[in-house]
């Protein structure tokens, strides 16, 4: 005869199916994490911070980090220089905009649509693009590699200490595999976010861009891989997925916390590598920054130099 706790239990389960209900996620699902305070580089949370791991379109930060830097050495406008998409960058991956070769793109459109959309085409047509440009006379690399050679001279410069770009995009390749960490690439994130001109391509769920084929404009509406965006003050900043990366993020959020009876703005920046529910777990994760900033009654922001992801970037 079934137990009287048993029938309890059953009738539990019946009610809490019926409810839709869903278990807790935890923010230590994630293979990799990270939570730091922006304004101090400090680590408030970790987890395997420093274990090699593939970043999928993390990658991407990097990208637009060496492209913008490329407009402002040579004086360029990225709204209006337009660059030609070559057949190599029609090679699989996210294609948002639809992109066929010999198709024209700006190099603001490229942006948005790499860093809101994940958009493998038009990276590469950039990439290739700036890369042929910063090649010097004499010289036979392509301009794809001389783009992802200053990716790493540009990780190198800011203290990544595990990273190795092999693209500008992240797919995984055959060959050799691009590498980073939880850690870099909260370096990176915190050196992107302190340049105006990267915030923009990172915060907008939605954007209506333009692409020119056979002398024809054709409208597009992009839409952010970031579910987050605009919600519990998150403004950016990046996706990425592989099958060996797995479900990887970039968060960047924004909240005021009382300081001496005062509202203080503070940022967070998470980062959360291969997580079976990254969305979840980026909400999860944030919640217990505010918490432990919170909890310091006055104290939030100034942080620990010991544990900081800034200093070291100095």
Known sequence: MESHFAKR??????ILSQMNFVPPSHSEDAAAFVLVDHGTGEVLLSKNGDAPRQIASLTKIASTLVILEWMKKTDRDPATLRVRVPKEAIRGGANPL?????????IETGLFAAMMASDNTSMHTLAEAVGDQMIAGGESVSGIQRFVDRMNQLSESIGLKHTRFVNPHGLDETGEKGVSCAFDVARLA????????????AAERERKVSIFRGGRELSVDLKSTNELLGSRGIDGTKTGTTRLAGACLVVTATRDLLEDGRPV??????VILDSPDRFREAV????????????RSGEAGKGNP????RKETE
């Open 9 to 14: 239990l059953a009738l539990a389960g019946v």
């Open 98 to 106: 639809g992109l066929m070769a010999g198709d024209e793109i700006t």
């Open 190 to 201: 915190l050196y992107a976010e302190d340049l105006p001109d990267f915030r923009r391509y």
């Open 265 to 270: 703005p503070h940022r967070l920046v998470a």
């Open 284 to 295: 999860l994760l944030l919640d217990k920054g505010w918490n432990l900033l919170a909890a």
């Open 306 to 309: 010991k544990e900081s992801l």
